[in-house]
T-cell receptor, first 113, second 115 residues
Framework: GEDVEQSLFLSVREGDSSVINCTYT??????LYWYKQEPGAGLQLLTY?????DMKQDQRLTVLLNKKDKHLSLRIADTQTGDSAIYFC?????????????FGTGTRLLVSP | GAVVSQHPSWVICKSGTSVKIECRSL??????MFWYRQFPKQSLMLMAT?????????EQGVEKDKFLINHASLTLSTLTVTSAHPEDSSFYIC???????????FGSGTRLTVV
């Protein structure tokens, strides 16, 4: 089946930039998403990128997509302690005729003062 | 924006009983809703896709008779965990897509503990 992988943990200092990476295997990806999950809560959609785009910027968030290498990254500028959470990338594509969303394992971001 | 309400937020039940979890799209219609399960410190795993007016599509390895899904209307899908066992304890999250927006909207999740 399709696979989405992320590094499990990232630690940064407040004010630094954070870069969370994601790789995927689906060659039919249409959209790629970044979600944030705070403890005990559901997922919050942060941003998404269409598969024919290379970059998307949304305030402090920058998404880079290398479709050739199937690599996606999320950069958070001026990281704050409130950004501490788990970040999931997800791939939405047509898999065996059925569209579904496949999630990565999540990256736990810890921001220290 | 699109809002998905999931209820209850948490539930504790005895082994052998059944638990129903509701997922409602509050301000949009969702012909398709998704049910996920999250084990501690792991990613979300898609359990099934709930289709309004028809049978749900289950992922491989998910027991249809144990996890009953009903999508009775364009705004409501329910997941019933039947004859619950401690190993069913988990965090269950639903999501839906508003046809007018990009991305999926997730419910706040239900933490199920079976004792």
């Amino acid at each position: 089946g399709e696979d989405v992988e992320q590094s499990l943990f990232l630690s940064v200092r407040e004010g630094d930039s954070s870069v969370i990476n994601c790789t995927y295997t689906d060659s039919s990806s249409t959209y790629l998403y970044w979600y944030k999950q705070e403890p005990g809560a559901g997922l919050q959609l942060l941003t998404y990128i269409f598969s024919n785009m290379d970059m998307k910027q949304d305030q402090r968030l920058t998404v880079l997509l290398n479709k050739k290498d199937k690599h996606l990254s999320l950069r958070i500028a001026d990281t704050q302690t409130g950004d501490s959470a788990i970040y999931f990338c997800a791939d939405w594509g047509l898999n065996t005729g059925f569209q579904k969303l496949v999630f990565g394992t999540g990256t736990r971001l810890l921001v220290s003062p | 924006g699109a809002v998905v309400s999931q209820h209850p937020s948490w539930v504790i039940c005895k082994s052998g009983t059944s638990v129903k979890i509701e997922c409602r799209s509050l301000d949009f219609q969702a012909t398709t809703m998704f049910w996920y399960r999250q084990f501690p410190k792991q990613s979300l795993m898609l359990m099934a896709t709930s289709n309004e007016g028809s049978k749900a599509t289950y992922e491989q390895g998910v027991e249809k008779d144990k996890f009953l899904i009903n999508h009775a209307s364009l705004t409501l899908s329910t997941l019933t965990v039947t004859s619950a066992h401690p190993e069913d304890s988990s965090f269950y999250i639903c999501s839906a897509q508003d046809a007018k927006r990009e991305g999926y909207t997730f419910g706040s999740g239900t933490r199920l503990t079976v004792v």
